[in-house]
């Protein structure tokens, strides 16, 4: 895979919150896990070491301003941050609150699903989204 059949160079990979041009923002719609956030890197790369320093410190610093916004607005059991990359070879961050209720809960949100959680529950997280997308814009324009 390169950058011509990469689906991240190809499309922004969720709905772009902020782009600082070295990096995107984007949520991801996923039903069963509001607040599902990426962080990509908008050159074409394979692995954190493949950045300079400053380029890695950067990154990680982004990571973790998202992490922290999501943990203050959507209090989650655990946060998922992981950078796989497995099927999508281009450098790139999930961040996924996590819940006990979760539809996977305790295993990966790919694994098979052990339960469906409530709709009333369901639908309390997603209200939450839009004073998510609101701090995480405040808080990612005021550190750039």
Request: hydrophobic letters at 45%.
């Amino acid at each position: 895979m390169n950058a011509t059949t990469c689906e991240l160079c190809a499309g922004p990979g969720g709905r772009a919150l902020h782009d600082d041009g070295r990096l995107r923002v984007v949520f991801v719609d996923e039903a069963d896990y509001p607040g599902f956030v990426r962080v990509i890197w908008n050159a074409h790369v394979r692995e954190m070491t493949d950045l300079m320093p400053a380029d890695r410190t950067h990154l990680m610093q982004v990571v973790f301003t998202v992490e922290q916004v999501q943990r203050q607005v959507l209090c989650p059991h655990k946060m998922n941050v992981a950078s796989l990359g497995n099927v999508t070879p281009h450098l790139h961050w999930h961040l996924i609150p996590r819940f006990a209720d979760d539809a996977h809960f305790p295993a990966p949100i790919w694994a098979e699903r052990r339960r469906t959680t409530p709709d009333a529950v369901s639908a309390e997280r997603r209200a939450q989204v839009p004073a998510l997308i609101d701090a995480l814009l405040s808080q990612l324009s005021a550190s750039s």
